[in-house]
């Protein structure tokens, strides 16, 4: 309620704005009933004071420095500063780390040196090879296509290994009247051991009866050997299931015969000895085998004997095929081979020809013709 | 996830992975045979992991690459860093440089986590699952590392 002893706080919030539609008609009552006061609103103003600008020089001597005591407000700093380098800061608490920076100039460094903690992408680096990571669409297929011919590949390469390069070296090879040529898979070389692989014996061998053999030495177990007969006819593979003396050798014997000894080389006795796990025969076989080693036991009887090695064996067999007379076995020709092979499959008439100084050889098969002259020594 | 995704995550990811791989090692060619192991290991995964899932499991794999490495080699953070381009204008490159050195003085857990949020922008839990971590944990080693970068920064007296 207005009246004359509160009217000019009225007369102020008028002034300013502040009274509402209702407190102005009210106003407005009051000064009709009191005209001397409404010239006094008339002439009522405000005065405001217009804002200088003041700046207080001397704030550095007022400032203190953040003691030991202040290492909370340190860390509150650093916590709001790591707040708002991550963007989980509050408002509020962005407020007063800006109050806090204020009034420390010092924080403003701070805070600068942590927002340089933000690490950005370097675009320029990339990866160059993507097209090698990538796979083809339908590679499950090709790998498993890969996989398979992969273990093909590796198993033919396995059998080709045992096949081929499983060594044999000088196999025993003994060819029989009928030509059937029996095999000792057998790897050895001349005074050397045995070490059977698979069936050390051949089916083709039969026994006949027992024979004494000179010359023996203490042998161990589970040995068998080859001797010839002092005739040099007969092969005898003897296996010897015991120990025995130089002399009066019990023992079973399996006998070859053949008719012609020809085809196997006489001077060689080969002590065959079993490995067996059992057994410790086999660590002593070099010795054995070379104490075996009697050229002198056989003789041949034939003086067309040719002593044959296996590889001279194989050569005379292919130059027998082949209807090659030389009776040199000890390698073969190779011109002389093809030409018989050309010869005997009789695509063509061959002629070779060969003297002190030169080849020649002269083919025609199917009406077309070579031939070339070369140096023997080419 | 099949042949066509996979694809698409070398498409994706292989350049963030390399980065990661990078700047963790600062070696090009250990770089790239991370990446490259690290897609292998996708692969021979290949039906068990989705597609949205792929980017943090080819992080999870490299980072267990890297520890593998580390333990391996026995890596220090100081080693040599490479000789390599800043795609930064020249007036920054002293500070950055310098940043770079600070990343490389940080442990392996700090780095990875660091180069997990800046330039993956993995959030904190995303970043917890891939390193086993809760998201405190997370948070705290990231407040960690920026400190040490902080107080690298300043012995190092950069002009700011």
Redesign the interface.
């Known amino acids: 309620m207005i009246n004359r002893f509160n009217y000019e706080i009225w007369f102020l919030d008028y002034v300013e704005g502040k009274l509402s539609v209702q407190d102005i008609r009210m106003l407005n009552t009051f000064l009709e009933q009191n005209p001397d006061l409404k010239e006094e609103l008339d002439d009522f103003e405000i005065i405001s004071l217009k804002k200088e600008e003041f700046v207080y020089k001397n704030k550095d001597i007022l400032r203190k420095e953040l003691e030991s005591s202040d290492t909370e407000l340190i860390s509150e700093f650093?916590?709001l500063s790591?707040k708002r380098?991550?963007g989980i800061i509050t408002s509020e608490e962005l407020n007063s780390m800006d109050e806090l920076m204020r009034l420390n100039p010092s924080f403003v460094?701070?805070y600068?040196?942590?927002e340089?903690?933000?690490?950005?992408?370097?675009?320029?680096?990339?990866?160059?090879?993507?097209n090698?990571?990538?796979?083809?669409?339908?590679?499950?297929a090709n790998n498993l296509i890969r996989f398979v011919t992969t273990i093909a590949a590796m198993s033919i390469l396995i059998v080709f290994s045992a096949l081929f390069f499983n060594k044999r070296e000088n196999p025993i090879m003994v060819t029989k009247p009928d030509n059937s040529i029996t095999v000792f898979n057998t790897k050895y070389s001349e005074g050397s051991t045995f070490q059977p692989s698979g069936n050390t014996e051949s089916n083709s061998i039969s026994s006949n009866d027992d024979n004494k053999l000179n010359n023996y030495q203490k042998k161990k177990t589970n040995s068998k050997f080859i001797q010839f007969s002092d005739d040099g006819n007969d092969i005898l593979i003897k296996e010897e299931n015991k120990e025995s003396t130089t002399e009066g050798l019990q023992s079973e014997l399996r006998r070859i015969e053949i008719a012609d000894a020809i085809d196997v080389k006489p001077a060689r006795n080969f002590n065959i000895e079993t490995t067996n796990l059992e057994t410790s025969s086999g660590l002593n076989a070099p010795t054995l085998s070379k104490a075996y080693f009697k050229p002198d036991l056989v003789q041949t009887s034939k003086q067309s004997d040719i002593a044959l090695t296996p590889k001279e064996l194989i050569i005379k067999n292919v130059k027998d095929k082949l209807n090659i007379k030389d009776r040199n076995y000890e390698n073969i020709d190779p011109v002389k081979a093809i030409v018989a092979v050309v010869d005997k499959t009789g695509l063509g008439k061959v002629d070779y020809a060969l003297n002190s100084s030169k080849k020649e050889i002269s083919i025609s098969i199917g009406g077309i013709s070579f031939s070339r002259k070369w140096n023997s020594g080419e | 996830m099949d042949?066509?995704d996979?694809?698409k995550c070398?498409?994706l990811y292989?350049?963030s992975?390399?980065?990661f791989a990078?700047k963790s090692v600062k070696d090009e060619e250990t770089a790239?045979d991370l990446?490259?192991d690290a897609?292998i290991r996708l692969?021979q995964h290949i039906e068990k992991v989705e597609l949205h899932t792929a980017k943090s499991y080819l992080f999870k794999i490299t980072n267990n690459l890297l520890i593998d490495l580390y333990r391996k080699n026995k890596y220090v953070s100081s080693v040599q860093i490479a000789d390599y381009?800043?795609?930064y204008i020249d007036e920054y490159s002293d500070?950055k440089e310098h940043?770079d050195k600070?990343?490389n003085t940080l442990s392996q857990t700090l780095k990875t986590i660091?180069?997990l949020r800046?330039?993956e922008e993995y959030s904190y839990k995303e970043i917890g699952e891939i390193l086993d971590l809760s998201e405190s944990q997370v948070?705290v080693y990231?407040?960690r590392?920026?400190?040490k970068?902080?107080d690298y920064?300043?012995s190092a007296k950069?002009e700011?």
């Not at chain 1, 090698?132 to 499950?140: A, E, F, M, P, T």
């Open positions: 650093e916590d790591l380098i991550e460094k701070e600068k040196l942590l340089l903690t933000k690490l950005t992408t370097d675009k320029s680096l990339k990866y160059k090879y993507k090698h990571l990538k796979k083809n669409v339908g590679s499950g | 042949v066509k996979y694809n070398v498409d292989s350049d992975i390399f980065r990078f790239n990446v490259q897609f692969w381009q800043y795609s500070i940043l600070a990343v660091l180069l800046d330039y948070k990231i407040f590392a920026r400190k970068l902080k920064l300043l950069i700011l």
